[in-house]
């Protein structure tokens, strides 16, 4: 799965760590997922996109026929 979820962040001038505390996870976890390290669960998938105002699909893309 690839994010573009430092994009989203950018554009709202927000560091790893407000978002983070925003969502309700650590800065560690923000800063793996924008690395394509760490997939996030579909509850803070959930969290991300509201707090952004957007669906889910906007900030990740799943493509099945890749490898991981």
């Not at 927000?14 to 996030?40: C, G, K």
Request: contains cysteine; hydrophobic residues 35%; charged residues 35%.
């Amino acid at each position: 799965m690839q994010n573009n979820l430092k994009v989203w962040r950018a554009r709202e001038d927000l560091t790893q760590e407000a978002l983070a505390d925003e969502v309700d996870v650590t800065r560690q976890t923000i800063n793996s997922i924008e690395r394509d390290r760490y997939d996030p669960s579909l509850e803070l998938a959930f969290k991300l996109a509201a707090y952004f105002d957007c669906r889910i699909e906007d900030i990740f893309t799943y493509h099945p026929d890749e490898d991981t």
